[in-house]
């Protein structure tokens, strides 16, 4: 009976194990695809570092058993190892590009990094989605070592920054190149969601192929294609407002009329208010609205806060005859102006909203095995409408708060015999400006394959059409505006002081127009022999067409290009590319030049001895040297010709004195030699992954720019009559550093990664024409082209004992008195004048940007931040903006902090004062450029912050769908600077906005 019963045990107990085991198995299948959304075949799975199977063809793998407490990862050579929880086996595993074993855009071609020689950057276009911004310039910020972004504004179609790569090199045109898909093009109406990557190219061997074109460097855009799968649906919707990071700050009327006491006082030299303390109650208890107004500008003219909206939907699929990509897109902000207003909701809205439609098709086909091509069809339609006035921001800062009222008693808008307009008013009643942009371009490339007669040699022919159209519509109208007066007895009355009521006047008539034509034809061949020995090639001709609509001439470029390769057993890397181009802008005998560089490379990860180090999975050493060259200098153009004008003066001819003609005077003298700059450029650079986490990039460059047109026109004395001519005979160099980390792990079933990039890069003018000068330091030569010129600000005037003392220095620019800026005497002659002038401060390009990224995901989770920055910059305070009473304007903040004596009234600030004595006067003494208005530009900025979710995937193939993420996202939430009444970025104008918004990602 026992016997029995130990079997019953026995068996139960195997059964509850058997049982427990088949619960926690299960069968799992997946997809393995890169991030392109292509399938990855002969990928290896393993179950606790075992394999267990391989994709196939398709990438599919499928009917692996595994139970709770096995580790599924997924490897291939090409790929960052990735390890997923048996939990959350999505149906489609996405795998990362190793960065050395992906493919990286250059000129006029694609490469495998691992096989560069050059010095490139570059950031996918799904890293610049967070941003919350019009233009896509703006994303780039931080985005990319050694390219800098200069923001000049923050209104939506308004907000194009400038560009510049490895800084400075120049003191004329720093323009960059901007190529998209191949071709010259513009950025800033792209969408992100359109985007493959963004590449620049930095040095000599990645730039020459440009020639006159790449000194300044090239920015290269590549647009997301198609890939051989069903058709893959992509939705993306986003909601959210922005408002204001920093605003401009002005006192209250208060506060204006007792510093106007303080300032009027000071400018006759004795206490004589204007504003009596009856005033001043009135303005503090806001009991005369309409003879002692209180109007703050800023807020009755701005919004508090405006929405946006950014929408994109993308199909994306193909087969072995033709692939495709398809997207739609559109997005709206909506402009500060225009507090909300009942009887003016539907105009306000019409005057500040700013759309555009994008719109992309890219098609390439396989039509056999000898052809293939490619049409390329993208571009945008923008709607942009902004009030009717030239500054709107330079309105609110010069009109004081006690100017006027809003509007008179009788409901007419309100101004006076100073200040004619009416902020208001003018947003109101003056009208808007519309403008509304198309831009297309189409690009078709014929390929042919000749792989039967050669192999590896390609023929391919392409063609690109660039073309602009806008049309202005500008609706304006004057208003009236009048003076409310009061006399001795109490009555009110009325006069117009500024304008006359009109109708709406049209113009819808202007429009403005360009088209860039390029042809790019020419035939690449690569070839590997022996198994170590890899050759390539490629010979092209390019030639390009610009024309604007008017009286300009059309600018043309036309040439050849090459490059040519060797490496030897995938260790040893050699390259030499050069271009042979020439420009419509330079003397026809001397239009064309050779620009051609070197380059080598060393892998060091492939020696044997290399292979020993258990750390090291990739390191290459890279150096390369060359000439590039700039034929737009941003000057006028046919620097080469001489010019003749119209004479103001008249001459008679014939018997009659009353007939008469203009004589023609001669322009500036044109120079038959003239020719492009010249810029050598050498780089020396390593690549390496570590530890299988961790990829580092880093570079050291020197540049050194000669033939930098400019005139000698400050050395020659004005009696030679006449404008002279432009030469080649400026030098700029320029060096720096560049270095991107990026390292990526997980901790437990937390994947997380960390990077980011800093680029330093400092210029020189060695060598300008400059009139002598009686001191060194005057001289822009051997400073930076970007340097700050100004006097060396040392305190503030205490008293008239200190200025009337000998050994204080007289200051030339204006009488000065107690609380005005006192300056250094830099060359000690008792004078401070303009030779007291020196270099102050930083320059006002950045010479180091940075930018750092996080993220981290847990599950369904997912957290990222990005932020940016800029250091060794300055920036220079001045204006109506800063400046109290400047032109009787507004009174800034910064100012309540003046120097000011009057111990009768209870005043005194000396030993506190940041800011001098108050003038209701200009003030030429304390308006100079000097260190007491210049500030530390540099900053760091919080650009993005963003957290998702990810719903499971039974959740989504229930709503018939791949994929569904909703996310939260902030931009712009802090800024750390020491400047803390301006925004260190833009310090006047539309104000830089943080954002908040909501997110959907759906994926069909």
């Known amino acids: 009976m026992m016997k029995h019963t130990k079997y019953k045990i026995l068996l139960a107990s195997l059964l509850s194990i058997i049982t427990i085991i088949g619960a926690n198995a299960q069968s799992i299948s997946g997809i393995i695809k890169n991030p392109k959304g292509e399938a990855v075949p002969n990928a290896i799975v393993k179950l606790d570092g075992l394999e267990v199977t391989r994709t196939d063809e398709m990438g599919e793998f499928q009917g692996v058993d595994i139970t709770s407490k096995q580790t599924l990862s997924i490897e291939h050579d090409l790929f960052q190892k990735k390890a997923i929880d048996v939990n959350l086996v999505p149906n489609i595993i996405i795998l990362t590009p190793l960065s050395h074993k992906q493919g990286i855009q250059i000129g006029y071609g694609e490469i495998e990094q691992m096989k560069s020689t050059q010095a490139t950057s570059a950031v996918s276009g ?14 780039l910020s931080g985005k990319i070592a050694g390219l800098t972004i200069v923001r000049n504004g923050n209104e939506p179609a308004s907000d194009i920054p400038d560009m510049f790569i490895r800084g400075t090199s120049t003191y004329n045109s720093n323009n960059i190149l901007v190529m998209v898909d191949g071709f010259e093009a513009t950025i800033n109406n792209l969408l992100p969601e359109e985007i493959e990557s963004v590449t620049v190219l930095k040095d000599a061997a990645a730039l020459a192929i440009y020639g006159m074109r790449g000194a300044n460097g090239v920015l290269l855009i590549t647009t997301k294609r198609g890939v051989n799968s069903r058709v893959q649906v992509k939705l993306d919707t986003k909601l959210g407002f922005s408002s204001p990071a920093r605003r401009m700050k002005f006192t209250d009327s208060y506060t204006y009329a007792s510093l106007y006491n303080e300032a009027i006082s000071n400018d006759i030299g004795y206490w004589s208010p204007i504003y009596s303390k009856d005033d001043l109650e009135l303005y503090k208890n806001n009991s005369d609205s309409y003879f002692h107004p209180n109007v703050s500008w800023y807020d009755e003219v701005m919004r508090s806060s405006v929405p946006y909206t950014e929408n994109t939907l993308s199909f994306t699929g193909g087969n072995n005859f033709a692939k495709y990509y398809v997207m739609l897109g559109y997005v709206s902000f909506d402009k500060l102006y225009g507090k909300n207003s009942k009887a003016k909701a539907d105009e306000l809205k019409n005057m500040s909203e700013t759309s555009r439609f994008n719109f992309r098709t890219n098609i390439d086909l396989n039509i056999n095995s000898f052809w293939s091509a490619s049409v390329s069809i993208g571009g945008n339609i923008i709607e942009n409408s902004k009030p009717n006035h030239s500054n709107m921001s330079d309105l609110l800062a010069s009109t004081p708060p006690n100017a006027f009222p809003i509007k008179n008693m009788g409901g007419t808008w309100a101004a006076n015999n100073i200040h004619t307009e009416n902020p208001l008013g003018t947003l109101y009643e003056s009208g808007k400006l519309s403008n509304h942009d198309v831009n297309v371009q189409t690009g078709i490339t014929l390929n042919q394959n000749l792989d039967k007669l050669i192999k590896g040699l390609k023929l391919f022919e392409s063609v690109s059409f660039v073309s602009w159209t806008r049309k202005n519509y500008d609706r304006k109208r004057d208003y009236e505006r009048y003076q409310m007066n009061k006399s001795a007895d ?41 198994s170590v020995h890899e050759v390539s090639g490629l010979l092209g001709f390019t030639y390009s067409n610009y024309e604007i609509e008017g009286n300009n001439a059309p600018y043309r470029n036309t040439g050849l290009y090459g490059r040519f390769g060797y490496s030897f057993d995938n260790r040893i890397l050699s390259e030499f590319s050069f271009a042979y181009n020439g420009s419509e802008n330079l003397p026809p005998n001397k239009r064309f030049g050779f620009f051609p560089a070197v380059s080598l ?28 060259g700039n034929s737009h200098f941003g000057i006028s153009r046919f620097a080469y010709q001489t010019y003749y004008a119209n004479m103001q003066d008249k001459f008679n001819i014939g ?73 080649n005979i400026g030098k700029v160099s320029n060096k720096g ?28 003018i060695d060598y300008q024409a400059e009139v002598t000068q009686p001191e060194s330091y005057l001289y822009r030569t051997g400073k930076s082209a970007n340097q700050f010129f100004g006097l060396e600000a040392i305190g503030l005037f205490q008293s008239y004992d200190e200025i009337n003392n000998p050994n204080t220095p007289v200051q030339l620019f204006s009488p000065v008195q107690p609380g005005d800026i006192r300056y250094k005497d ?12 020196i270099a102050i401060g930083k320059p006002t390009i950045p010479e180091i940007n940075y930018g750092f990224y996080l993220g981290a995901a847990y599950k369904g989770l997912d957290i990222k931040a990005d932020l940016y920055g800029q250091a060794n910059r300055s920036i220079m305070l001045s204006g109506n903006h800063v400046w109290a009473f400047y032109n009787n304007g507004q009174v800034p903040e910064i100012a309540t902090e003046r120097w000011a004596y009057y111990p009768e009234q209870g005043i005194d600030t000396r030993t506190k004062a940041k800011y001098p004595r108050l003038s209701t006067a200009n003030n030429d003494n304390n308006y100079q450029s000097s260190t007491f208005w210049q500030r530390n530009g540099s900053f760091l900025r919080l650009q993005n912050l963003e957290l998702g979710y990810t719903l499971p995937e039974k959740v989504c193939r229930k709503a018939y769908l791949n994929k569904i993420r909703l996310y939260v996202q902030a931009s712009n939430l802090l800024t750390i600077s020491s400047i803390s009444d301006y925004d260190p970025e833009i310090v006047y104008g539309y104000p830089i906005t943080k954002s908040y918004s909501v997110g959907l990602s759906i994926q069909f």
């Open 737 to 764: 550093f560049e270095l991107t980390l990026e390292y990526s792990d997980n901790l437990g079933k937390v994947d997380y990664y960390i990077g980011g990039n800093i680029s330093y890069a400092k210029n020189k």
């Open 490 to 530: 109490g009555t009110i009355s009325t006069e117009k002081v500024a304008g006359t009521n009109t109708d709406y006047q049209i113009d819808e008539n202007t429009r403005e127009q360009s088209l860039r034509t390029a042809y790019n034809l020419g035939a690449s061949y690569s070839t590997k022999f022996n």
């Open 826 to 837: 830099q060359n000690g002659d008792g004078y401070v004048d303009e030779n007291d002038m």
């Open 126 to 139: 799904e890293n610049l989605k967070g941003f919350s911004t019009f233009t896509l310039g703006n994303r």
């Open 655 to 727: 018997s009659s004195a009353n007939v008469s003609l203009n004589g023609l005077q001669e322009g500036r003298i044109g120079n038959s030699d003239i020719t492009w700059e010249k810029n050598y450029k050498y780089d020396l650079g390593v690549d390496l992954r570590l530890f299988d986490k961790l990829d580092v990039s880093a570079d050291v460059f020197y540049e050194k720019r000669t033939g930098i047109l400019s005139t000698y026109a400050s050395t020659t004395p004005s009696t030679i009559g006449a404008i002279l001519p432009y030469e």
């Open 601 to 628: 490379g060393w892998i060091v990860s492939n020696e044997n001895f290399a292979k020993k180090i258990n750390f090291l999975n990739y390191m290459k050493i890279r150096t390369s040297a060359g000439i590039v």
